[in-house]
């Protein structure tokens, strides 16, 4: 029950917007039916606001919305059109009531409930809530979840370790654009098989979950904390696997999985990390060994060595490029 993009679209209504009635019609038409295939309106004495930014993969779709004082129905009209999508409705902030298939259900934050547009539904936020929404055709999800008509409404454990990685995947693909198809259809994947993992796919289909789906979700979760912690000298994969609540020897075989290791991606950052302030010309004053430890390096020679191998340049270099476009740049502006 959420909306439908190209590839990321976005939308913002407040109660001041939606006051006029040309706008409440879009809103209605647009974002409501030909979106959402939902039936929008407003409750009575309650602050409107509407806005979303959906991400579209192949065969699945990913919205962040903030609501409030608003009603989405599937009426028996909007149910001729024959879509019958599922959708995981996740709670992040506020509250949320929800009712389908005579199942009632108030969601607050963490929680989360099946629903899908094959049937009469409803959603209300009577205020703020913020909610994200991943929808999939039901063919795609009921392979994996034979009983899928029996978790539709059924409360979802906020504290499951599937939902939470869930959640934490959709952030990450909501805020960064995939432009390559192969990475957009394996990120389809990985959302599919956390979707069936929620839900309690088993046997053939939880495998595939936990391999494909929890296990990437898992690695973005691990490179955010090491990326938190990346200039910290203490830094190691006991630590971050500590901090995930996962061994270390997991923690190596997730980066084996994509074909590197847990040392040569913090190395990656690390190296990236000196290259930008290197090249920033506004950090000339200060020691090229200051910057090697701000960025975790405790040995001067051991950055020196891998930096050139990975940059072809010595940080010496970068530092004198970075100073003769600087005083280009002042010569011009001085022309001018």
């Known amino acids: 029950m959420c909306a439908s993009a190209t590839d990321v679209a976005t939308f913002r209504f407040t109660g001041e917007d939606l006051r006029q009635p040309k706008v409440m019609a879009v809103w209605?038409?647009?974002?409501?039916?030909?979106?959402?295939?939902?039936?929008?309106?407003?409750?009575?004495?309650?602050?409107?606001?509407?806005?979303a930014v959906v991400r579209m993969l192949p065969g699945l779709d990913i919205a962040a919305s903030v609501s409030s004082g608003m009603r989405m129905e599937r009426t028996r009209n909007l149910l001729a059109d024959g879509d019958d999508d599922v959708a995981l409705m996740i709670c992040t902030q506020g509250a949320a009531m929800m009712s389908q298939r005579a199942r009632e259900a108030t969601l607050a934050r963490g929680d989360a409930v099946l629903m899908t547009n094959g049937e009469l539904g409803q959603i209300t936020y009577p205020s703020l809530a913020r909610m994200i929404c991943v929808r999939m055709p039901r063919e795609a999800l009921a392979p994996m979840v034979p009983d899928l008509d029996d978790a539709l409404l059924r409360p979802i454990?906020?504290?499951?370790?599937?939902?939470?990685?869930?959640?934490?995947?959709?952030?990450?693909?909501?805020?960064?654009?995939?432009?390559?198809?192969?990475?957009?259809?394996?990120?389809?994947?990985?959302?599919?098989?956390?979707?069936?993992?929620?839900?309690?796919?088993?046997?053939?289909?939880?495998?595939?979950?936990?391999?494909?789906?929890?296990?990437?979700?898992r690695l973005q979760a691990i490179k955010a904390e090491i990326m938190r912690r990346l200039g910290r000298h203490d830094l190691s994969v006991a630590a971050v696997a500590v901090s995930q609540g996962v061994g270390p020897r997991y923690v190596q075989l997730l980066f084996e999985i994509e074909g590197t290791t847990f040392s040569a991606f913090v190395l990656g950052r690390r190296l990236a990390w000196a290259y930008r302030l290197l090249a920033d010309p506004r950090g000339v004053g200060r020691p090229i060994s200051a910057i090697a430890f701000e960025v975790g390096f405790g040995d001067l020679s051991y950055f020196n060595r891998t930096f050139r191998r990975r940059y072809g340049a010595t940080p010496s270099d970068v530092r004198a490029t970075a100073l003769r476009r600087r005083s280009i740049s002042a010569s011009r502006s001085e022309g001018s």
């Open 157 to 217: 454990r906020r504290d499951g370790e599937a939902l939470r990685l869930l959640t934490s995947y959709s952030h990450g693909l909501l805020a960064n654009a995939l432009t390559r198809p192969d990475l957009r259809h394996l990120a389809a994947t990985h959302m599919r098989d956390l979707v069936a993992r929620t839900l309690g796919a088993s046997g053939e289909a939880a495998s595939s979950g936990e391999v494909a789906g929890i296990g990437a979700a």
């Open 28 to 51: 209605r038409e647009v974002v409501g039916r030909a979106m959402a295939k939902l039936d929008l309106s407003a409750l009575p004495d309650r602050p409107l606001h509407s806005e």
